[in-house]
């Protein structure tokens, strides 16, 4: 397996991705083909779940799109499970502490590194056995920091082996700091994310935002991010309906 937006995170070239909350394989497959470095299926807040997952992954096979799927929890059985899959890197949100990051990176890796159990399912069936011999230094394990005790616990988590990156989580960021959702000029979520990129700096790890669209993506790239997603399938839909209305009606 090669993972290309990890190989990208690794060079620190910036990357940009798309955000898949619906369970539409027409809509997977052409947000693929669009030449963005990585497309994140969501199971935490996304309406989809692993079921849906077995479809989706498939369907953007073959393309050069890095295929990530968020986690609903930091739970080893279901990062094993969207490993298995075919997710080439997880997102796991929630990450307060040291201890909570090693057990997502220990989930992703293969022993010695790990204690992620073996049974790969469609990496296998398009791989086979090579799958077990590139996958530890191939899946890439990105953790939230979006909560005011991941912030405090910022170094440590940065530190932990095998963390590949770190994600910020606006919305969640801002609950955590005590400022309403979307503060993201306020002094206090301004200072955070200059912690998190200097945390990230420090030990050499790949910084991402999620992006709510093009505009907060391009200022995260400009801030220093190494990527961020540029919108959600939902927010393009909802974006073009209306904009489509208001030129329809010459508003
Ligand atoms: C957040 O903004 O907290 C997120 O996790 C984005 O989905
Ligand atoms: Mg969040």
């Given at each position: 397996?090669?993972n290309?937006a990890?190989?990208k995170?690794?060079?620190k070239?910036?990357s940009?991705?798309?955000?898949?909350?619906l369970?539409?394989?027409?809509?997977?497959?052409?947000?693929?083909?669009?030449?963005?470095?990585w497309?994140?299926?969501?199971?935490?807040?996304g309406?989809m779940?692993?079921?849906?997952?077995?479809?989706?992954?498939?369907?953007?096979?073959?393309?050069?799109t890095?295929?990530?799927?968020?986690v609903a929890?930091?739970q080893?059985?279901?990062?094993?499970?969207?490993?298995d899959?075919?997710a080439q890197?997880?997102?796991?949100?929630?990450?307060?502490?040291?201890?909570d990051?090693?057990?997502a990176v220990?989930?992703?890796r293969y022993?010695?590194m790990?204690t992620?159990s073996?049974g790969?399912?469609?990496d296998?069936?398009?791989?086979?056995?090579?799958y077990?011999?590139?996958?530890?230094g191939?899946?890439?394990?990105?953790v939230?920091?979006?909560?005011e005790e991941?912030l405090?616990?910022?170094?440590?988590?940065?530190?932990v082996e095998?963390?590949?990156?770190?994600f910020?989580?606006?919305?969640?960021l801002?609950?955590?700091?005590?400022?309403?959702p979307g503060s993201?000029?306020?002094?206090a979520?301004?200072s955070?994310?200059?912690d998190?990129?200097?945390?990230?700096?420090t030990?050499n790890?790949?910084?991402?935002?999620?992006?709510y669209?093009?505009e907060m993506a391009?200022?995260?790239?400009?801030?220093g991010f190494?990527?961020a997603?540029?919108g959600t399938d939902?927010?393009?839909?909802?974006?073009?309906a209306?904009?489509a209305?208001?030129?329809?009606?010459?508003?």
């Amino acid at each position: 397996m090669l993972n290309l937006a990890l190989k990208k995170w690794r060079a620190k070239e910036a990357s940009l991705g798309v955000w898949s909350n619906l369970p539409d394989i027409h809509m997977a497959e052409m947000l693929s083909r669009m030449d963005v470095d990585w497309i994140c299926f969501d199971l935490q807040h996304g309406l989809m779940d692993y079921s849906d997952l077995t479809r989706l992954l498939p369907a953007i096979t073959g393309v050069d799109t890095t295929p990530l799927v968020r986690v609903a929890a930091n739970q080893p059985d279901q990062i094993g499970k969207a490993l298995d899959v075919g997710a080439q890197g997880v997102i796991v949100p929630m990450v307060n502490t040291a201890e909570d990051a090693r057990r997502a990176v220990s989930a992703c890796r293969y022993p010695p590194m790990g204690t992620r159990s073996c049974g790969p399912m469609r990496d296998a069936m398009l791989e086979g056995m090579n799958y077990l011999a590139t996958a530890n230094g191939q899946v890439a394990c990105l953790v939230m920091i979006e909560t005011e005790e991941g912030l405090r616990n910022l170094e440590e988590i940065a530190a932990v082996e095998g963390v590949d990156g770190l994600f910020v989580g606006p919305m969640d960021l801002c609950y955590g700091l005590g400022l309403a959702p979307g503060s993201f000029t306020d002094p206090a979520f301004v200072s955070a994310i200059a912690d998190i990129l200097k945390a990230c700096e420090t030990n050499n790890l790949a910084s991402g935002m999620f992006g709510y669209n093009a505009e907060m993506a391009a200022n995260s790239i400009k801030n220093g991010f190494d990527f961020a997603s540029i919108g959600t399938d939902i927010s393009f839909i909802r974006a073009g309906a209306t904009q489509a209305l208001q030129t329809a009606k010459g508003d």
